[in-house]
Nanobody, 125 residues
Framework: QVLLVESGGGLVQAGGSLRLSCAAS????????MAWFRQALGRELEFVAGIYWSSGSTSHADSVKGRFTISRDNAKNMAYLQMNSLKPDDTAVYYCATTPRGGLMTAAAGSYDFWGQGTQVTVSS
C-alpha cells in the first residue's frame, strides 16, 4: 500500500501560480505511475497530468498544457504539480494518485489504486 498526502493548495488570483506537492510513503518502491486529477464542484473527476516514476516521462491534459508541469523527486518520494497562469476554471480539489501497475499512461481514474485526500485550489477572477 502507498499513502499519499497532498499539500500546497490555496487561494490565488487569476494569472498567479501555485505548486502542489504529493508526499508518498509506504511501498513507494512499487510506484510505476503517478498522476494528478482534479474535481470541480458539480463536475466529474478530470485527469490533469501523469508521470512515469522511473523514467520521468510525462503526459498533460490539453486543458493545462503549457501552463502546468508535473515532476517528481524519486529520492524524496515526492511528486509536484507546478501550476502557472491559473484561471478561475482551474478551481477544484486536486488529488494525486498512484499505481504499481504498468502499462500506458491513462486518464482513467480506475487505473490508479491509491489516492490522497485532496487539496483545494481556488482561483479568483
Amino acid at each position: 500500500q502507498v499513502l499519499l498526502v497532498e499539500s500546497g493548495g490555496g487561494l490565488v488570483q487569476a494569472g498567479g501560480s501555485l505548486r502542489l506537492s504529493c508526499a508518498a510513503s509506504g511501498r513507494t518502491f512499487d510506484i510505476v505511475r503517478m498522476a494528478w486529477f482534479r474535481q470541480a464542484l458539480g463536475r466529474e473527476l478530470e485527469f490533469v497530468a501523469g508521470i512515469y516514476w522511473s523514467s520521468g516521462s510525462t503526459s498533460h491534459a490539453d486543458s493545462v498544457k503549457g501552463r502546468f508541469t508535473i515532476s517528481r523527486d524519486n529520492a524524496k518520494n515526492m511528486a509536484y504539480l507546478q501550476m502557472n497562469s491559473l484561471k478561475p476554471d482551474d478551481t477544484a480539489v486536486y488529488y494525486c494518485a498512484t499505481t504499481p501497475r504498468g502499462g500506458l499512461m491513462t486518464a482513467a481514474a480506475g487505473s490508479y489504486d491509491f489516492w490522497g485526500q485532496g487539496t483545494q485550489v481556488t482561483v479568483s477572477s
